[in-house]
């Protein structure tokens, strides 16, 4: 796969570029997260109309139907800015998922809306206990006379709140950890039985614990086969993934940037640090992890689009960790460089930290996925 962008890429790559640095300073991203909502309904439009909530729906559904370099390089730029709106879960899993699993009518109904931005989505599948496993779902979906009646708890779903559809793993058969027996059901938040508390997690994004009680759906909200929906989901995470793994990339570049930046501009004994020999090697070693972190996931997206599910989640989970191994050697870095400031909510060098650390926490840290790398050689 050639990453060379081409006159097309490079004009969204500049076109992001531009709203994130005209929109999203680190002071007016740290207004914006301390109000009740988190996040901007103007620059929820904002991208709506520059067109990228469409570009991983289909052209027949008012879509650009987009590929993975695009994915790629949008989420790059939006972890440059540390940007709050739920377009992870709304146009990336949401569209993906939607598109490649929804019938027919799904589709015609919600991903023309979800192009426009009138409506946002969320992927509601880990649960209380069972940390990383897709497969644990203890959430129950039992048949009734007008479709599925829901009992369960999903926890840390990102930008549950604001979501107008939950994507929603639910048991209809079988053990809590067994691979069958899983369906994948899209459910309005606002049917009775279905609570929601939302909360900034430790990057100011915001996440939400959800809560079903009884809650009475159609058999037209199944999304895929029924008991068959577990590939379904791991494919829509390792897409996940990939925009995680993109989105870091972006977050370790601009904070490498801002370090060599204070290495430049901070004196001591007359001179700028930056021309300490020994500093000049850690700034050295922060590149050098950058550029890795960059390379797997050029990698991994050569292999997301491909017909083996393992050889997809060997790549994926070779990224992940990369990317959880790197963000953390450059968040450390960037913080020791800038001395006290570093540990300092009035400096951006901290929240880039939190964002990369809540990216590895993100369905499964580095830890994690070498396991899972393992278990699919």
């Not at 650009?64 to 709106?85: D, F, K, P, Q, S």
Request: proline fraction near 3%.
């Amino acid at each position: 796969m050639d990453f060379t962008l081409v006159e097309e890429q490079q004009m969204l790559a500049d076109l992001v570029g531009r709203f994130v640095e005209k929109e999203y300073s680190f002071e007016a991203r740290r207004k914006l997260s301390a109000t009740p909502r988190g996040w901007s309904e103007l620059h929820w439009n904002t991208l709506a109309d520059m067109g990228l909530l469409a570009l991983n729906v289909p052209d027949e559904y008012g879509g650009m139907n987009a590929g993975v370099a695009e994915t790629m390089i949008v989420m790059e730029a939006l972890g440059r800015g540390l940007v709050l709106e739920p377009y992870l879960s709304t146009a990336v899993l949401g569209a993906r998922l939607i598109s490649h699993a929804g019938t027919d009518a799904q589709k015609e109904r919600w991903l023309p809306e979800l192009a426009a931005g009138r409506v946002k989505t969320a992927l509601a599948t880990l649960e209380p206990g069972a940390r990383f496993d897709l497969s644990t779902v203890t959430t129950a979906a039992r048949s009734s006379s007008e479709g599925f009646v829901i009992d369960g708890r999903k926890g840390v779903v990102l930008h549950g709140d604001s979501a107008d559809l939950l994507l929603v793993s639910a048991r209809t058969s079988g053990a809590q950890d067994d691979t069958t027996g899983i369906t994948l059901f899209a459910i309005d938040p606002k049917t009775p039985g279905v609570t929601l508390r939302g909360f900034p997690a430790l990057d100011g994004q915001r996440v939400a614990e959800v809560h079903f009680s009884g809650v009475s759906i159609a058999s037209e909200a199944v999304l895929g086969v029924i008991g068959n929906g577990y590939g379904l989901l791991e494919w829509t995470v390792d897409h996940g993934l990939f925009a995680l793994c993109a989105e870091a990339v972006g977050t370790m570049a601009k904070l490498a940037e801002m370090t060599y930046d204070y290495l430049r501009t901070r004196t001591q004994f007359g001179r700028p640090i930056g021309e300490f020999q020994a500093l000049q090697h850690r700034a050295a070693d922060i590149l050098t992890a950058v550029e890795q972190a960059r390379s797997v996931v050029y990698f991994a997206a050569s292999r997301l689009a491909g017909a083996d599910a393992d050889e997809r989640r060997r790549a994926l989970s070779a990224a992940k960790n990369l990317i959880g191994r790197c963000g953390r050697f450059v968040g450390q870095q960037a913080v020791q460089l800038h001395g006290g400031m570093g540990m300092t909510e009035e400096l951006p060098v901290g929240w880039y930290f939190k964002r990369l650390t809540c990216i590895d926490m993100t369905w499964g840290d580095a830890e994690h996925h070498l396991e899972r790398y393992g278990t699919h050689l």
